[in-house]
């Protein structure tokens, strides 16, 4: 998902993103907020164990300062590759804005 939407390898596909659309995607202010961060406090990993049609699942809690001082929480989804060329390999399938997520489930 997070491939299809901001770019995943630096070339543009049909369908898929460009670094350059990654770049442009990355200036959002939520986005900029981990960008030059004071610190930041990460939670333990959860790992869901992969099964026949999907590989591993773990997300992370992560809390960054920003560089006002505000906590900023941002939940990180990996998924593990299971077929070549990227097999074993973690790659980011979704980072969200803890506040903005909870905003859409209500």
């Given at each position: 998902m997070c491939r299809a939407a901001v770019g995943g390898d630096g070339v543009s596909r049909a369908g898929g993103a460009s670094f350059e659309d990654f770049v442009k995607?990355?200036?959002?202010?939520?986005?900029?907020?981990?960008?030059?961060c004071t610190g930041f406090e990460r939670q333990p990993?959860?790992?869901i164990p992969?099964?026949?049609?999907?590989?591993?699942?773990?997300?992370?809690?992560?809390?960054?300062?920003?560089?006002k001082g505000k906590l900023r929480p941002f939940l990180w989804t990996?998924?593990?590759?299971?077929?070549?060329?990227r097999q074993g390999c973690w790659l980011v399938r979704e980072c969200l804005y803890v506040e903005n997520a909870i905003l859409q489930t209500i």
């Open positions: 995607y990355a200036q959002n202010p939520t986005f900029q907020s981990m960008v030059g990993v959860n790992v992969g099964s026949e049609t999907r590989g591993a699942l773990a997300t992370q809690l992560v809390r960054i300062t920003d560089t990996l998924q593990q590759e299971r077929r070549p060329p």
